[in-house]
């Protein structure tokens, strides 16, 4: 009987599903095809690295220790660091990515080091021209511990604060523990491979688009692979999960930044960012921020919004400007989690439909991409199709190697 019932949910979730896209998307973005999958349910509630404290305690008795984390790192509604300083753990300093500590600064904001008023430990922030922590900024510590919620896209810069983090840990012979949590976008793999010319802060590691791993995996492939500095590897100590794989799905009790509220943005991200290399809005500076695509010069009567300066978007794109364009939001949210690809339909017809086709693409395109072919590809006309299939071979390779650092039971 439960069978039954799960096999009538799905057939009338991805019927939903598809009834969505004809009602949400314009008549000329509607090719979009939503694959019939299943999706696994867990049985039991997933435990996450940070709440098993008993794991990783011991390893910090009588110790110095620094952590690096954000307003993500919680454990039942406590913040890791409070946590720790109410269990005498001494904990020292504290380092923050981009968003900053409390997690409201925008993106590419320069995040000053500071003191928390909270716990008055200092907070050294890895973002702007200190993107990893100095000798300096680390002398004293005996162990490190890194505790962020990822969102699995090679350009969220998360992850790239753990690369110099763990490169930093390696050469000044620090631990580094890891509290693994899930990826919400951990259930498929995809994109083109970032080439080493496009390497940059946005794409650190030759990996898609999107990896389908989780932090502790993704570190363990950047130690085995050896992509820190002069083939370094960090001393690594990573607390898994429990009821986790690759098919769960997590819905995140906190918002990972300013611009990802909730998860149809978080579903929408890894296909929507590739826009931030163009003129269009992805709606920073409005309610729905990564729901949302727009620019003066679309000619569309579907959905409109004026972008304007907020928390977490202080200057936004097109700020004061009407935009007329799409509203993707419900899409996202019941129909994302279900396309195990990224989704180019909406860059390809935006781009083909836009009136000024010469400075389209901006400078950070390629980087985003990871590749300068993406752009070629879309310039020439060429279809979804061809374009996935010129992604596949990378990918295979990728695969392979990625097997080899997984924690989890895989979605394939």
Request: net charge neutral; proline share 6%.
């Amino acid at each position: 009987m439960k069978q039954i019932l799960y096999i009538l949910f799905f057939i009338f979730f991805y019927s939903s599903c598809d009834a969505q896209q004809d009602k949400k998307i314009p008549e000329n973005m509607q090719a979009v095809t939503i694959p019939k999958i299943m999706v696994e349910q867990p049985n039991l509630p997933i435990v996450t690295g940070a709440e098993q404290t008993e794991k990783y305690l011991p390893l910090l008795q009588n110790k110095k220790v620094g952590i690096v984390a954000n307003h993500t790192a919680f454990i039942d509604k406590i913040h890791l660091v409070d946590s720790l300083l109410e269990l005498k753990i001494n904990v020292v300093k504290v380092f923050s990515p981009e968003h900053g500590f409390r997690g409201n600064a925008d993106a590419g904001e320069k995040v000053n080091s500071e003191i928390d008023e909270k716990t008055q430990l200092p907070i050294v922030s890895l973002y702007g021209k200190n993107k990893k922590p100095t000798k300096e900024q680390l002398q004293g510590l005996d162990v490190m511990i890194f505790d962020i919620q990822d969102v699995g896209a090679r350009f969220y810069t998360y992850i790239s604060t753990m690369h110099y983090v763990m490169e930093a840990c390696a050469e000044n012979n620090i631990l580094l523990i890891i509290l693994d949590r899930p990826n919400p976008n951990g259930h498929f793999v995809d994109g083109p491979i970032l080439e080493e010319k496009y390497k940059s802060f946005i794409g650190m590691h030759p990996v898609p688009i999107v990896h389908g791993m989780t932090i502790g995996e993704f570190a363990q492939m950047i130690n085995g692979e050896k992509w820190l500095q002069n083939g370094v590897q960090c001393d690594l100590t990573i607390i898994k999960m429990k009821h986790y794989d690759h098919l769960s799905v997590y819905e995140l009790p906190i918002k990972p930044s300013p611009n990802l509220p909730n998860m149809s943005s978080v579903y929408l991200y890894p296909s929507l960012c590739l826009f931030e290399g163009t003129p269009m809005s992805v709606g920073r500076g409005t309610e729905k921020p990564f729901q949302v695509l727009g620019h003066p010069k679309i000619n569309s009567e579907k959905y409109s919004f004026t972008p304007k300066s907020m928390e977490g978007a202080k200057q936004p794109k097109l700020e004061g400007q009407l935009c007329k364009g799409y509203d993707l939001s419900e899409y996202g949210e019941t129909c994302m989690r279900g396309l195990k690809k990224l989704n180019l339909f909406w860059l390809l017809d935006i781009y083909k439909n836009f009136p000024e086709k010469e400075g389209f693409f901006g400078s950070s395109f390629n980087l985003l991409a990871g590749t300068g072919q993406l752009q070629e590809q879309i310039k020439t006309g060429k279809t979804e199709k061809e374009i996935y299939a010129s992604w596949q071979e990378g990918l295979k390779q990728f695969k392979i190697t990625r097997k080899k650092y997984l924690l989890y039971r895989d979605f394939e």
